[in-house]
């Protein structure tokens, strides 16, 4: 069965630092999403992308922020300057439409 | 601003008892809700959609239940197992054209042997 993967499961960084986060979505979706959990927090919509460009982005989803489709297939997302708050649960999904969001495993971010 | 609750925040229940969960959310302009399962530092695994337009899904022991009027939708897990234990997600899709994700903060089931 298709899956979402991401790299890495777990990146440790300092505080100011860039980072990337990498997603492959499922390969036929048209719709990709990133969301974040901090610790003990809710699941949190960060940002949604469609036809190559950005569809929808929340509050959290600010200038430090970014997200690419370089390829046509991986699906990034660029954190300039990490702070602490940054620490957290990232999960990338994908979905064809308003159907089934399918999860990747994550990529723990800590910002020390 | 689409707000999704749910109840209990936590249950525990012995082995073979039938349960259910409950969410509920704000604005009833919905595309679809899904439920979801996370296991401790995992993802979030897909365990039923149902679209604004249904009343009900079901897969194995699990049936969902939607009443989108009342903005509320049910969980009902069957003869619960040990390995049913996880926490359980609720989240709507609504809003735009984007079909983004509102979550609740979830029910932390335990199922004891």
């Known amino acids: 069965e298709p899956e979402v993967t991401q790299t890495p499961s777990h990146q440790v960084t300092q505080m100011g630092q860039e980072v990337i986060l990498r997603c492959v979505p499922i390969?036929?979706?048209?719709?990709f999403y990133w969301y974040r959990q901090i610790l003990g927090q809710k699941v949190e919509f960060l940002v949604s992308?469609?036809?190559?460009?950005?569809?929808?982005k929340s509050e959290i989803f600010d200038d430090q922020f970014s997200v690419e489709r370089p390829d046509g297939s991986n699906f990034t997302l660029k954190i300039r300057s990490t702070k602490l708050e940054d620490s957290a649960m990232y999960f990338c999904?994908?979905?064809?439409?308003?159907?089934?969001?399918?999860f990747g495993p994550g990529t723990r971010l800590t910002v020390l | 601003k689409q707000e999704v609750t749910q109840i209990p925040a936590a249950l525990s229940v012995p082995e073979g008892e039938n349960l259910v969960l409950n969410c509920s959310f704000t604005?009833?302009?919905?595309?679809?809700l899904q439920w979801f399962r996370q296991d401790p530092g995992k993802g979030l695994t897909s365990l039923l959609l149902?679209?604004?337009?249904?009343r009900e899904q079901t897969s194995g022991r699990l049936n969902a239940s939607l009443d989108k009027s009342s903005g509320r939708s049910t969980l009902y897990i069957a003869a619960s197992q040990p390995g049913d234990s996880a926490t359980y997600l609720c989240?709507?899709?609504?809003?735009?054209?984007?079909?983004?994700?509102?979550f609740g903060k979830g029910t932390l089931l335990t199922v004891n042997p």
């Open positions: 149902i679209q604004s337009s249904q």
């Open positions: 999904a994908s979905s064809w439409g308003s159907d089934t969001q399918y």
């Open positions: 390969s036929n979706h048209l719709y």
């Open positions: 604005d009833s302009a919905i595309y679809n």
């Open positions: 992308f469609y036809n190559n460009e950005i569809s929808e």
């Open positions: 989240a709507v899709s609504s809003g735009g054209s984007n079909y983004k994700l509102t």
